[in-house]
């Protein structure tokens, strides 16, 4: 009871910012997850978080995002794949590989630091927040490199959001298979799919949360890989063995996909889950945002825009190419 106590001050300043980022999106179609962490970057940076709502903050910022993750699970099916069809499938495996190698080595090109590249890659390469926050744990990134890099990735999105349906206009003439392909395989989180998809038309929007909800499936390949990764680089070079973490909220995600896949869960829970990791995502995306340093970022601008301006050019060609190619 008292520790719930010392948890409520925080989590309830989180809610409340979650809450106004809600009602914003339904006014203005940027999306709850980029108002709830640059609300929560604003207040974070003007006001500070005294102590007695750290506490509340940090369990947001932890275990809400592992909640939500976990659930996201439940809202995934491999059954999808089917949906887009073999090229479909081979487009999104061969582009989310080029973007994890892409942003890895331009990364280390500009000098960021490995755990920082890596968040970068899984965040861009798969879904946003999300994969960031399950890959974080694996390879041992500090709170500062995950919240630096999940303000990065929403903003580099909240962009794109509005960019993509522009250049789908004008190279395909909105049709709907091929500005699905680009949305849905170059946004970062599918919220961002969603309001983007709903500029367009409903058919782009349905079929672009497929392409992206198939992204979302190889999360757990993903997390292994640069966890795998990240554990043999550093015994490469210190010849000690780096102990890999696996979440045991990307276990979840996988034990759920595999039962809404199986048919075991109803779709109602499905939709429940959906709803819930929605609003858990949307609370902690707050409680980062409180915790991320402008100062910091400000110093890195210069080599943080063209990083963030790297990885985008890069996944907007490379969609491009493989939608002319197949599409």
């Known amino acids: 009871m008292g520790k719930m106590k010392r948890i409520l001050p925080g989590f309830i300043l989180c809610l409340l910012i979650a809450i106004i980022s809600q009602v914003l999106s339904f006014i203005i179609p940027v999306g709850a997850a ?51 069809g073999f090229k479909g499938l081979l487009m999104i495996v061969i582009q989310m590989t080029l973007v994890l190698i892409f942003t890895i080595w331009i990364g280390k090109k500009l000098g960021f630091g490995i755990n920082f590249s890596y968040l970068m890659a899984s965040g861009n390469a798969v879904c946003g927040s999300s994969a960031i926050g399950a890959t974080a744990p694996a390879i041992h990134a500090t709170q500062e490199e995950k919240g630096l890099a999940v303000t990065i990735v929403n903003l580099m999105g909240t962009v794109l959001m509005f960019i993509l349906p522009l250049i789908a206009a004008v190279l395909y003439h909105s049709e709907t298979l091929p500005t699905a392909a680009l949305l849905g395989s170059t946004l970062q ?31 757990v390949a993903v997390v292994i890989i640069l966890s795998n990764s990240k554990r043999k680089t550093l015994t490469d070079h210190t010849n000690e063995k780096l102990k890999v973490k696996f979440p045991w909220y990307v276990i979840g995600f996988a034990a759920l996909c595999v039962l809404y896949s199986i048919g075991v869960l109803p779709s109602w ?51 491009i190419m493989f939608i002319q190619v197949w599409y």
């Open 34 to 84: 980029t108002f709830s962490i640059l609300i929560g970057l604003m207040i974070g940076n003007t006001f500070g978080v005294k102590s007695n709502y750290q506490i509340g903050r940090k369990f947001a910022e932890s275990t809400l995002l592992e909640v939500s993750i976990f659930l996201l699970g439940a809202t995934v099916s491999v059954q999808m794949i089917h949906l887009l």
């Open 269 to 319: 829970l499905s939709s429940v889950s959906n709803q819930s990791s929605h609003l858990l995502e949307i609370i902690a995306l707050a409680a980062i945002g409180l915790n991320v340093n402008i100062k910091y970022i400000l110093q890195q601008g210069k080599k943080l825009s063209l990083y963030a301006l790297l990885i985008v050019g890069f996944q907007i060609l490379v969609a």
């Open 189 to 219: 989180s599918v919220g961002q799919v969603v309001a983007s998809g709903s500029l367009v038309n409903d058919d782009v929007k349905n079929y672009a949360t497929i392409f992206k909800l198939i992204r979302v499936i190889f999360l």
